[in-house]
């Protein structure tokens, strides 16, 4: 949902219509459904192991066929909904959902798990761009932030379950790396993106940018001070951080396409 919701107010911000903001948000969820019920299907029985009660399959509430019905069923209504914003932009946002459904069926696992986070929130300003009269580009600066902030959040979506994911043989990046050095380098990717979302564009950064890059600092700072021995701490700060960048990313509106 929070996904869809950031997409959507994107693409309500760079100028789509209020057709092609209907369009973009029905993809994305779509898109965003399928990646979450596939990988809850092939985490099943992993989730149960260690048991995730919080988990629908596996607490046994529903189905492992059932889920994958959802999961097949949302990927087959993505596509056509993808390719209703034009066939580049539609290809753009199927590339990152491909790379996602990736992840789950065993990147994750890889010391390339970071690799689908960055492909998936980096095609989400080209998905939204590309979908404007005259299809433009969007700015390079805009899709490496937007990539960055992927590796960012699957830094800090990793780090609470880094021992159970081990135990479960599970050893993408963040596990390969440990609980330690993870919870240290979470703020390198989500700082990277301010500085480019801040100094990317060709003007020259206001107050409003120069506050953001500030507060992105002052939680940086916070998390780390306050975060060793604890994984929610450098969770919650990678969520304020976040949020200053998707202010920033929202605030250049139709900036973020390529001049």
Known sequence: MAVTALVTALAVASGRDAAGCALVAAAVLAGQLSIGWCNDAVDAARDAAAGRTGKPVASGAVGVRTVWVAALSALALCVPL???????????????V?????YDLGLKATALSWLPYAVGFGSLPGFVTLGLPGHPWPAWWAVTAAALLGC?????????????????????WPQRLGTVRVRLLIPLPLLAATALLVFGP???????SWAALA?????????????????????????AVAAVDVALLLARGTAITAP
């Open 82 to 96: 993808s390719l209703a914003s034009g066939p580049a932009a539609g290809a753009v946002h199927l590339a990152g």
């Open 98 to 102: 491909a790379a996602a459904w990736a």
């Open 152 to 172: 960012g959040a699957h830094l800090a979506n990793v780090l609470p379950d880094i021992p159970a994911d081990l135990a479960g043989g599970v050893r993408g």
């Open 202 to 208: 060709p003007e020259p950064p206001g107050a409003g």
């Open 215 to 239: 507060a992105a600092g002052v939680f940086t700072a916070g998390g780390l001070a306050l975060g060793r021995g604890s994984s929610r701490v450098p969770f919650a700060m990678a969520i």
